[in-house]
């Protein structure tokens, strides 16, 4: 089953998995979703991280209003105007190629190569760490970056560990700033459905979400999107 076309160009559209923010009450984003028939103004960023099809939206939820795409590279959103996407380097030839399945690549980030076509659902795809372990790099890093309005916010995040390397990795926001926060330390991929999540505030128009992992935890591994491994931010009130 195909995904929907990208939904910013029709009113109501899935969100992506990855990345969402939530307002006050704080309620399950799935739920509330559900509620708003396919479309929630709160929901911020819903990003489906690892997406081979960027341009489709995953029919089991709808795009925030900051995002156009359900995942991309930091820069600016041609639709919105809002600087948001993975936070790694990006040479003009990528340090370890690019994944064959489609999706973005980065150099030390990729889309679950093992998905070998564009998925319905958001909770079946993912980004790893691209031969992180490989080349010496401890802790493991996996970020993405949000331009976003300052406030408090409901923060999902999916994981995934298909290769039974990625157990109990960390997420947190704002990571190694002075207003860093936990969402997650050493989090059990296997209990809760692999989702973290936690409130945060934003106080500088930024909210950065960083996976990291060391020795056993192996590589960070997010999954699609938040809710359902995802990544889902909702504005509270």
Known sequence: ???????KKASALALATAV???????????????????????????????DINPATAPEDGPLGTHNS??????????????KWGIDDTVSEKLVNGACTAGGVSTDWTWP??????????????????????????????????????????????GFADPWGVSQCPSVYANYGKKDQAVIAEKFQVSSNNGVAAATVDVTDKELTINARGTGGENAAR??????????????EK
């Open 1 to 7: 089953m195909s995904k929907k076309g990208n939904g």
């Open 20 to 50: 969402a923010v939530t307002s006050v009450p704080v309620v399950s984003p799935a739920s509330t979703a559900l509620a708003a028939g396919g479309t929630d103004e709160s929901i911020v960023y819903a990003v489906d991280c690892g």
């Open 69 to 82: 795409v359900t995942d991309q590279v930091y820069g600016v959103d041609s639709v919105t105007g809002k």
């Open 112 to 157: 679950y190569e093992f998905t070998t076509a564009d998925q319905p659902s958001k909770i079946s795809t993912n980004r790893y760490t691209k031969n992180q372990t490989e080349n010496g790099i401890d802790p493991r890093h996996l970020d993405y970056r949000f331009e976003i309005e300052n406030g408090k916010y409901f923060v999902e995040v």
């Open 222 to 235: 997010l999954h699609g999107h938040l809710p359902t491994k995802r990544l889902f931010l909702r504005k």
